[in-house]
Protein backbone atom coordinates (compact mmCIF):
# COMPACT_ATOMS: atom_id res chain seq x y z
CA UNK A 1 0.00 0.00 0.00
CA UNK A 2 1.32 3.42 -1.13
CA UNK A 3 1.24 6.51 1.22
CA UNK A 4 -0.72 8.43 -1.36
CA UNK A 5 -3.20 5.58 -2.88
CA UNK A 6 -6.37 7.17 -4.44
CA UNK A 7 -4.82 10.76 -4.69
CA UNK A 8 -4.05 12.75 -7.80
CA UNK A 9 -1.35 15.25 -7.75
CA UNK A 10 -0.77 17.79 -10.08
CA UNK A 11 3.73 19.10 -10.25
CA UNK A 12 4.90 21.76 -12.49
CA UNK A 13 7.87 22.09 -14.34
CA UNK A 14 8.33 18.29 -14.11
CA UNK A 15 9.71 17.55 -17.37
CA UNK A 16 13.13 17.51 -15.61
CA UNK A 17 15.17 18.07 -12.37
CA UNK A 18 13.48 18.04 -9.15
CA UNK A 19 9.67 18.07 -10.62
CA UNK A 20 10.45 14.80 -12.47
CA UNK A 21 11.97 13.28 -9.29
CA UNK A 22 9.04 14.72 -7.59
CA UNK A 23 6.26 13.20 -9.71
CA UNK A 24 8.37 9.80 -10.07
CA UNK A 25 8.31 9.59 -6.29
CA UNK A 26 4.89 10.70 -5.94
CA UNK A 27 3.35 7.90 -8.37
CA UNK A 28 5.96 5.40 -6.96
CA UNK A 29 3.38 5.74 -3.75
CA UNK A 30 0.16 5.28 -5.74
CA UNK A 31 -0.83 8.83 -6.71
CA UNK A 32 -1.87 9.48 -10.79
CA UNK A 33 -0.20 12.71 -11.95
CA UNK A 34 -0.75 15.82 -13.61
CA UNK A 35 2.56 17.54 -15.25
CA UNK A 36 2.81 20.27 -16.74
CA UNK A 37 5.61 22.09 -18.11
CA UNK A 38 6.21 25.16 -21.18
CA UNK A 39 5.85 22.28 -23.52
CA UNK A 40 3.77 19.18 -23.35
CA UNK A 41 5.61 17.06 -25.67
CA UNK A 42 8.71 17.70 -23.20
CA UNK A 43 6.74 15.61 -20.57
CA UNK A 44 7.11 12.21 -22.44
CA UNK A 45 10.09 11.37 -20.18
CA UNK A 46 8.31 12.15 -16.96
CA UNK A 47 4.86 10.56 -18.22
CA UNK A 48 6.85 6.87 -18.99
CA UNK A 49 8.11 6.98 -15.64
CA UNK A 50 4.74 7.79 -13.97
CA UNK A 51 3.18 4.58 -16.05
CA UNK A 52 6.14 2.78 -15.62
CA UNK A 53 4.90 2.99 -11.60
CA UNK A 54 1.42 1.74 -12.78
CA UNK A 55 -0.54 5.37 -12.29
CA UNK A 56 -2.21 7.41 -14.75
CA UNK A 57 -1.14 10.37 -16.44
CA UNK A 58 -1.97 13.91 -17.92
CA UNK A 59 0.44 16.17 -19.74
CA UNK A 60 -0.42 19.81 -20.04
CA UNK A 61 1.34 22.79 -21.53
CA UNK A 62 1.58 26.55 -19.96
CA UNK A 63 3.52 28.96 -19.15
CA UNK A 64 2.74 28.80 -15.42
CA UNK A 65 2.88 32.91 -15.51
CA UNK A 66 -0.10 32.90 -17.60
CA UNK A 67 -3.22 33.25 -15.83
CA UNK A 68 -5.83 31.92 -18.90
CA UNK A 69 -3.49 28.76 -19.04
CA UNK A 70 -3.11 28.15 -15.30
CA UNK A 71 -6.86 28.01 -15.16
CA UNK A 72 -7.00 25.51 -18.26
CA UNK A 73 -4.09 23.18 -16.91
CA UNK A 74 -5.65 23.00 -13.48
CA UNK A 75 -9.63 22.00 -14.97
CA UNK A 76 -7.87 19.67 -17.99
CA UNK A 77 -6.09 17.74 -14.36
CA UNK A 78 -9.85 17.57 -13.22
CA UNK A 79 -11.12 16.26 -16.37
CA UNK A 80 -8.51 13.75 -17.18
CA UNK A 81 -8.01 12.27 -13.32
CA UNK A 82 -11.32 13.26 -11.54
CA UNK A 83 -9.49 15.89 -9.03
CA UNK A 84 -6.46 17.57 -7.77
CA UNK A 85 -5.42 16.76 -3.87
CA UNK A 86 -2.22 17.69 -4.16
CA UNK A 87 -0.45 20.73 -5.93
CA UNK A 88 3.57 21.00 -6.25
CA UNK A 89 4.33 24.44 -7.55
CA UNK A 90 8.03 23.61 -8.58
CA UNK A 91 8.21 25.49 -12.40
CA UNK A 92 11.12 27.89 -11.62
CA UNK A 93 14.10 30.02 -13.18
CA UNK A 94 16.88 31.73 -12.51
CA UNK A 95 18.87 34.88 -14.12
CA UNK A 96 21.67 35.81 -12.34
CA UNK A 97 23.71 38.80 -12.39
CA UNK A 98 24.72 41.48 -9.94
CA UNK A 99 21.76 43.60 -9.51
CA UNK A 100 23.83 47.18 -10.47
CA UNK A 101 23.76 44.62 -14.21
CA UNK A 102 20.19 43.62 -13.49
CA UNK A 103 17.75 44.62 -16.33
CA UNK A 104 13.85 45.02 -15.61
CA UNK A 105 13.24 42.40 -17.83
CA UNK A 106 15.33 40.35 -15.96
CA UNK A 107 13.70 40.74 -12.48
CA UNK A 108 10.32 40.95 -14.13
CA UNK A 109 10.61 37.24 -15.07
CA UNK A 110 11.60 35.13 -12.42
CA UNK A 111 9.21 37.15 -10.63
CA UNK A 112 6.56 36.03 -12.93
CA UNK A 113 7.29 32.32 -13.15
CA UNK A 114 8.66 32.05 -9.78
CA UNK A 115 6.22 34.19 -7.62
CA UNK A 116 3.17 34.89 -9.38
CA UNK A 117 3.52 31.29 -11.39
CA UNK A 118 2.74 30.04 -7.61
CA UNK A 119 0.23 32.56 -6.83
CA UNK A 120 -2.07 31.57 -10.02
CA UNK A 121 -1.87 27.83 -9.48
CA UNK A 122 -2.68 28.06 -5.70
CA UNK A 123 -4.83 30.40 -6.44
CA UNK A 124 -6.20 27.75 -9.01
CA UNK A 125 -6.73 24.84 -6.93
CA UNK A 126 -7.92 26.14 -4.07
CA UNK A 127 -11.71 26.39 -4.67
CA UNK A 128 -12.00 23.17 -5.74
CA UNK A 129 -9.45 21.59 -2.60
CA UNK A 130 -11.43 24.06 -0.21
CA UNK A 131 -15.15 22.22 -1.84
CA UNK A 132 -13.95 19.09 -1.49
CA UNK A 133 -12.87 20.03 2.28
CA UNK A 134 -9.16 18.22 1.85
CA UNK A 135 -5.99 19.46 -0.28
CA UNK A 136 -2.51 20.05 0.14
CA UNK A 137 -0.03 22.25 -1.51
CA UNK A 138 3.51 22.20 -1.39
CA UNK A 139 5.89 25.05 -2.72
CA UNK A 140 8.99 24.73 -3.38
CA UNK A 141 11.36 27.83 -2.43
CA UNK A 142 15.16 27.78 -1.91
CA UNK A 143 17.55 28.76 1.46
CA UNK A 144 17.66 32.07 -0.52
CA UNK A 145 14.81 32.99 -0.14
CA UNK A 146 15.82 32.78 3.57
CA UNK A 147 19.21 33.99 3.09
CA UNK A 148 19.86 36.13 -0.04
CA UNK A 149 22.37 35.73 -2.17
CA UNK A 150 24.50 37.98 -4.71
CA UNK A 151 23.97 38.07 -7.97
CA UNK A 152 20.48 36.60 -7.19
CA UNK A 153 18.42 39.46 -5.97
CA UNK A 154 15.25 39.00 -8.26
CA UNK A 155 15.37 35.19 -7.48
CA UNK A 156 15.85 35.54 -3.33
CA UNK A 157 12.94 38.06 -3.85
CA UNK A 158 10.54 35.90 -5.85
CA UNK A 159 11.19 32.58 -3.20
CA UNK A 160 11.20 35.16 -0.44
CA UNK A 161 7.90 35.84 -1.97
CA UNK A 162 7.17 32.20 -2.01
CA UNK A 163 7.49 31.74 1.70
CA UNK A 164 5.43 34.76 2.61
CA UNK A 165 2.42 33.72 0.19
CA UNK A 166 2.85 29.88 1.63
CA UNK A 167 2.41 30.83 5.25
CA UNK A 168 -0.58 33.08 4.38
CA UNK A 169 -2.39 30.99 1.92
CA UNK A 170 -2.26 28.27 4.88
CA UNK A 171 -4.23 30.79 7.06
CA UNK A 172 -6.66 31.23 4.75
CA UNK A 173 -7.03 28.09 3.68
CA UNK A 174 -6.62 25.77 6.84
CA UNK A 175 -9.64 26.14 8.15
CA UNK A 176 -11.23 23.94 5.14
CA UNK A 177 -8.26 21.03 5.86
CA UNK A 178 -6.65 22.46 2.95
CA UNK A 179 -2.48 22.57 3.81
CA UNK A 180 0.00 24.57 2.47
CA UNK A 181 4.01 24.47 2.91
CA UNK A 182 7.22 25.20 1.53
CA UNK A 183 10.46 23.20 0.94
CA UNK A 184 13.43 25.31 0.95
CA UNK A 185 16.38 23.17 -1.05
CA UNK A 186 20.04 24.21 -0.97
CA UNK A 187 22.17 23.10 -3.57
CA UNK A 188 20.70 20.47 -5.56
CA UNK A 189 22.41 19.01 -8.77
CA UNK A 190 20.09 19.85 -11.26
CA UNK A 191 20.51 21.61 -14.92
CA UNK A 192 19.57 24.71 -12.97
CA UNK A 193 22.51 24.43 -10.83
CA UNK A 194 25.24 22.39 -13.74
CA UNK A 195 26.20 25.30 -15.37
CA UNK A 196 27.63 27.40 -12.56
CA UNK A 197 31.29 27.76 -12.85
CA UNK A 198 33.48 25.47 -11.17
CA UNK A 199 35.35 28.06 -8.67
CA UNK A 200 31.21 29.07 -7.70
CA UNK A 201 30.63 25.38 -7.32
CA UNK A 202 33.50 24.58 -5.15
CA UNK A 203 32.74 27.87 -2.50
CA UNK A 204 29.39 26.03 -2.74
CA UNK A 205 30.31 22.75 -1.82
CA UNK A 206 33.24 24.16 1.05
CA UNK A 207 29.68 25.81 2.72
CA UNK A 208 27.87 22.64 3.20
CA UNK A 209 28.15 20.82 6.58
CA UNK A 210 27.12 17.72 4.56
CA UNK A 211 29.62 17.67 2.73
CA UNK A 212 27.42 16.82 -0.53
CA UNK A 213 25.24 18.12 -3.18
CA UNK A 214 21.51 17.33 -2.85
CA UNK A 215 19.96 15.00 -5.12
CA UNK A 216 16.60 15.95 -6.45
CA UNK A 217 15.49 12.79 -4.47
CA UNK A 218 16.36 14.23 -1.57
CA UNK A 219 13.85 16.86 -2.10
CA UNK A 220 11.27 14.85 -4.00
CA UNK A 221 11.29 12.79 0.05
CA UNK A 222 10.56 15.88 1.58
CA UNK A 223 8.00 16.51 -0.69
CA UNK A 224 6.30 12.97 -0.40
CA UNK A 225 6.32 13.62 3.69
CA UNK A 226 4.61 16.99 3.01
CA UNK A 227 2.08 15.58 0.72
CA UNK A 228 1.40 12.41 3.16
CA UNK A 229 -0.69 11.82 6.26
CA UNK A 230 2.60 11.91 7.91
CA UNK A 231 2.26 15.67 7.80
CA UNK A 232 -1.27 15.66 8.44
CA UNK A 233 -1.24 18.78 11.69
CA UNK A 234 1.62 20.96 9.60
CA UNK A 235 0.81 23.91 7.56
CA UNK A 236 2.50 27.23 7.11
CA UNK A 237 5.87 25.78 7.46
CA UNK A 238 9.04 26.12 5.55
CA UNK A 239 11.41 22.84 5.68
CA UNK A 240 15.43 23.25 4.55
CA UNK A 241 17.02 20.68 2.44
CA UNK A 242 20.10 21.75 2.14
CA UNK A 243 23.13 19.58 3.94
CA UNK A 244 23.06 22.02 6.81
CA UNK A 245 23.61 25.09 5.19
CA UNK A 246 20.81 26.97 6.72
CA UNK A 247 20.02 25.86 10.56
CA UNK A 248 17.88 28.49 11.83
P1 LIG B 1 15.24 22.85 -13.84
O1 LIG B 1 16.05 21.60 -14.01
O2 LIG B 1 15.59 24.07 -14.63
O3 LIG B 1 13.69 22.48 -14.06
C1 LIG B 1 12.68 23.45 -13.98
C2 LIG B 1 11.52 23.03 -14.87
O4 LIG B 1 10.54 24.10 -14.85
C3 LIG B 1 11.95 22.84 -16.32
O5 LIG B 1 11.33 21.72 -16.88
C4 LIG B 1 11.50 24.15 -16.94
O6 LIG B 1 11.27 24.08 -18.33
C5 LIG B 1 10.21 24.40 -16.19
N1 LIG B 1 9.79 25.78 -16.36
C6 LIG B 1 10.57 26.89 -16.40
N2 LIG B 1 9.84 27.96 -16.61
C7 LIG B 1 8.55 27.54 -16.73
C8 LIG B 1 7.32 28.21 -16.96
N3 LIG B 1 7.26 29.54 -17.14
N4 LIG B 1 6.19 27.48 -17.04
C9 LIG B 1 6.24 26.14 -16.88
N5 LIG B 1 7.36 25.45 -16.66
C10 LIG B 1 8.51 26.15 -16.58
O7 LIG B 1 15.25 23.33 -12.33
P2 LIG B 1 15.34 22.52 -10.96
O8 LIG B 1 16.71 22.68 -10.45
O9 LIG B 1 14.75 21.17 -11.09
O10 LIG B 1 14.42 23.47 -10.07
C11 LIG B 1 13.08 23.14 -9.71
C12 LIG B 1 12.64 24.10 -8.61
O11 LIG B 1 13.51 23.96 -7.50
C13 LIG B 1 12.70 25.57 -9.02
O12 LIG B 1 11.61 26.26 -8.45
C14 LIG B 1 14.00 26.05 -8.40
O13 LIG B 1 13.99 27.42 -8.14
C15 LIG B 1 14.01 25.23 -7.12
N6 LIG B 1 15.34 25.10 -6.52
C16 LIG B 1 16.35 24.47 -7.20
C17 LIG B 1 17.60 24.36 -6.58
C18 LIG B 1 18.75 23.70 -7.24
O14 LIG B 1 19.86 23.74 -6.67
N7 LIG B 1 18.61 23.07 -8.39
C19 LIG B 1 17.80 24.90 -5.32
C20 LIG B 1 16.74 25.53 -4.66
C21 LIG B 1 15.51 25.61 -5.27
P3 LIG B 1 12.50 24.50 -19.35
O15 LIG B 1 13.02 23.21 -19.84
O16 LIG B 1 11.88 25.34 -20.37
O17 LIG B 1 13.49 25.31 -18.59
Not at 74 to 103: F, H, P, Q, Y
Request: proline share 2%; charged share 20%.
Amino acid sequence: MGMLDGKVALVTGSARGIGQAIAKKLAGEGADIALCDLKAEWLAETAAIVEAAGRKVKCLEADVSNAAAVDTVVSGAIEALGKVDILVNNAGITKDTLMIRMSEQDWDSVISVNLKGTFLFTKAVARPMMKQRTGCIVNIASIIGLIGNAGQCNYAASKAGVIALTKSAAKELASRNVRVNAVAPGFIQTRMTDGLPEDVRKRMLDAIPMGRFGTPEDVANVVLFLTSDASSYMTGQVLTVCGGMVTA
